[in-house]
């Protein structure tokens, strides 16, 4: 009897675990068979990061600022930007930005521009999707070709001035090249206009920063001009910037997707770099 009554509940827990998947499973296929917010909202929100020159600035807008629109209007959508401070690491801009929101009630948006499409990168953030790499930057020297003529190498920074962005990966680099060898040389600063600003008012004779950075900020042309880099022991690399959405907006996602690849055909992505000075390297 009591085997009976063990089994009959047996029976009955095992049919409510199935209705429960199956309703699971209905919930699922529901919201993957319904219009993606931002397609019935009419209105796209893009993330983008703050003082983020040649890409993203309050005032002067930027690269990013201008792609942002550009999607949109692919998309037949009202543009809303949500610009925001970069976190201590990527991961946060993700959570804050992109599938979350942040804590304060700031986001998230549908879409994250300037996310690097780094296989390292997604496998430590499942819940977004990385697409659409829409440009490669690398880190980049540029000298004042008048006062550096024999070696445009870092080795002329023993005695040259070389100026960076005290916060930017370019100064991890300079200063750990050869031992430290060129610190004493090394002008750092808070930002990149500063940085720039050495340069142009003579105070330096060179400069580092991302290859953007530097063609948006006049230090590619004459009388500078960028040189190769490679720094001993200093792993450089070019890294490719793109798009992030939550991995469950595939329509969204196959929607931006089409549009970054139809923006890069016809040519309308070149011409957004090559208005703000910088030239669109595409992976």
Known sequence: MMGALRRGAGGLLAALAFLALASEAR????AAAAPDPALTSGVLKVAVYNEFFPYSEAKEGGIDVDLAQALAQRLGLKLSLLPFDAGEQLNDDLRNMVWKGHYLGYGPADVMLHVPNDPVLARQNDKVVLFGAYQ???VALAINAERITDNPGLEAFAKEKLAVDGGSFAAQVVLAADNGRYRENVLIRHNIHEALAELHSGAAAGIMGTRAELQAGGAAKPP???VDLSVPGVPLR????????KSERQELKARLDAAIKALQADGTLAA???RHGVRNVQP
């Not at 919930?27 to 529901?30: I, K, L, P, R, T």
């Not at 070019?238 to 959405?245: D, E, K, N, P």
């Open 27 to 30: 919930a699922d296929d529901a």
């Open 136 to 138: 490669v930057e690398s």
């Open 272 to 274: 957004i770099f090559e």
């Open 238 to 245: 070019s890294w490719a910037v793109g798009l992030a959405v």
């Open 224 to 226: 500078y001009r960028l």
